[in-house]
């Protein structure tokens, strides 16, 4: 079974400010882990994604996360928060890229003060 | 290429009713996903088409249906509709597993899933 917990349904960060969304994830094998966005009135888009070597991944606008197996985490984080970086963001795994059983975590608002 | 295209972007009807939900993938994708999106439930799987065959299906009632054409356009028929039917929809492809995946090196495997804007269906 997998499973996805993501800390916090709701975000508040100041413009300039290190973006921090936290995501903990539960799985019985290897995991492939993604993480989307979704802005208003939209669908899903891929930010990133982990399968296998590196563990910290880079992705779009910014974004990156780190794979910490013992800690179970793919933290998403941006060194500097844009106002354009307000939406909702959801973490994802999946079993060996089984991604047609992809589970989506809650989604975690994040609201940028200016 | 095109991206995801879901028809309509709204759909507004009463309880009882039923309705049909379309998404076009992207060109050369054989695998189609639905999802139910809702504030308090999030996003939950309905089911995923694959060449035409409903190859998973999530923990939802039999008034949701669906299926795929050879073209693999997809389809989702609610039946009876009920109140807490009301959600954005989204459909989701991607490449799909097959012989094609196969060759693909392994960092590739994690095949991402690309999202259609959803339908906005709204129960009254």
């Known amino acids: 079974a997998q499973s996805v917990t993501q800390l916090g349904s709701h975000v508040s960060v100041s413009e300039g400010a290190l973006v921090l969304l936290r995501c903990n994830y539960s799985?019985?094998?290897?995991?492939?882990l993604f993480w989307y966005v979704q802005y208003p009135n939209q669908g899903l888009q891929l930010l990133l994604k982990?399968?296998?070597?590196?563990?910290l991944v880079k992705g779009i606008n910014g974004f990156e996360a780190e794979f910490k197996k013992s800690e179970t985490s793919f933290h998403l984080t941006k060194p500097s928060a844009h106002m354009s970086d307000a939406a909702e963001y959801f973490c994802a795994v999946s079993l060996s890229g089984g991604y047609q059983k992809v589970t989506f975590g809650t989604g975690t608002k994040l609201q940028v003060i200016p | 290429k095109a991206g995801v295209t879901q028809t309509p972007r709204y759909l507004i009807k009463t309880r009882g009713q039923q309705v049909t939900l379309s998404c076009s993938p992207i060109s050369g994708h054989r695998s189609v996903s639905w999802y139910q999106q809702t504030p308090g439930q999030g996003l939950q799987f309905l089911f995923e088409y694959f060449s035409e065959t409903q190859r998973n299906k999530g923990n939802f009632p039999g008034r949701f249906s669906g299926r795929q054409f050879s073209n693999s356009r997809s389809e989702m028929n609610v039946s009876t509709l009920e109140l807490g039917d009301s959600a954005l929809y989204l459909c989701?492809?991607?490449?799909?597993?097959?012989?094609?995946?196969?060759?693909?090196?392994?960092?590739?495997?994690?095949?991402?899933?690309?999202f259609g804007p959803g339908t906005r269906l709204t129960v009254l």
């Open positions: 799985s019985s094998v290897p995991p492939y």
């Open positions: 989701a492809s991607s490449p799909g597993q097959g012989f094609e995946a196969e060759m693909m090196p392994v960092l590739e495997r994690g095949n991402e899933q690309f």
């Open positions: 982990y399968t296998t070597g590196a563990t």
